[in-house]
T-cell receptor, first 114, second 115 residues
């Protein structure tokens, strides 16, 4: 099974600043995903990130607010831009293991915006 | 993807079997049933998935009814570490066009294992 590491595990940020979250997978994967989990809620997909192409964003999420990079088959970043308190959430990275069609998740980044 | 319905919460005594139901009455013939769980302050963890046959692995068993409209996840000997939110998700395995491979999480069932 793929092991996914996210950095930072948590951060407290000021309104108007940006934070970049890193996601590292211990094996090569074609598809990676970014989710948001607001306090007390379930997970919501932000975007799908494939290596070599632009990320595909879900309704309600835009590239200017959540730019994503996917430079290779083991790494991706999600930036939360111009943050407001409403962006306080857990952000989770996920990767799909192609041979088994199973998705594995990182432990998440707990973001608080003041 | 088909919608699922799960109870909001359940309790289970430690050492007993935990049976978590899921209704997916609109499931299509090519949709699989996936189960994930999320322990507090962790990312979701894959448990098991199946199409129509019952499945078993080291973590759990998945029982799917013959009409595939519902399923039950069984944790045979629940421990305190099994306390988590359990998500039942239905989706097509493999590529099926735009939006493939996405997992749509509902609210899940909060399982509390009681000492």
């Amino acid at each position: 099974s793929a092991v996914i590491s996210q950095k930072p595990s948590r951060d407290i940020c000021q309104r108007g600043t940006s934070l970049t979250i890193q996601c590292q997978v211990d094996s090569q994967v074609t598809m990676m995903f970014w989710y948001r989990q607001q306090p007390g809620q379930s997970l919501t997909l932000i975007a799908t990130a494939n290596q070599g192409s632009e990320a595909t964003y879900e309704s309600g999420f835009v590239i200017d607010k959540f730019p994503i990079s996917r430079p290779n088959l083991t790494f991706s970043t999600l930036t939360v831009s111009n943050m407001s308190p409403e962006d306080s959430s857990i952000y989770l990275c996920s990767a799909r293991e192609g041979s088994s069609d199973i998705q594995y998740f990182g432990a998440g980044t707990r973001l608080s915006v003041l | 993807d088909a919608k699922t319905t799960q109870p909001t919460s359940m309790d289970c005594a430690e050492g007993r079997a935990a049976n978590l139901p899921c209704n997916h009455s609109t499931i299509s013939g090519n949709e699989y049933v996936y189960w994930y769980r999320q322990i507090h302050s962790q990312g979701p963890q894959y448990i098991i998935h199946g199409l129509k046959n019952n499945e078993t692995n080291e973590m759990a068993s998945l029982i799917i009814t013959e009409d595939r409209k519902s399923s039950t996840l069984i944790l045979p000997h629940a421990t305190l570490r099994d306390t988590a939110v359990y998500y039942c998700i239905v989706r097509v395995a493999g590529y099926s066009g735009a939006g493939s491979y996405q997992l749509t999480f509902g609210k899940g069932t909060k399982l509390s294992v009681i000492p």
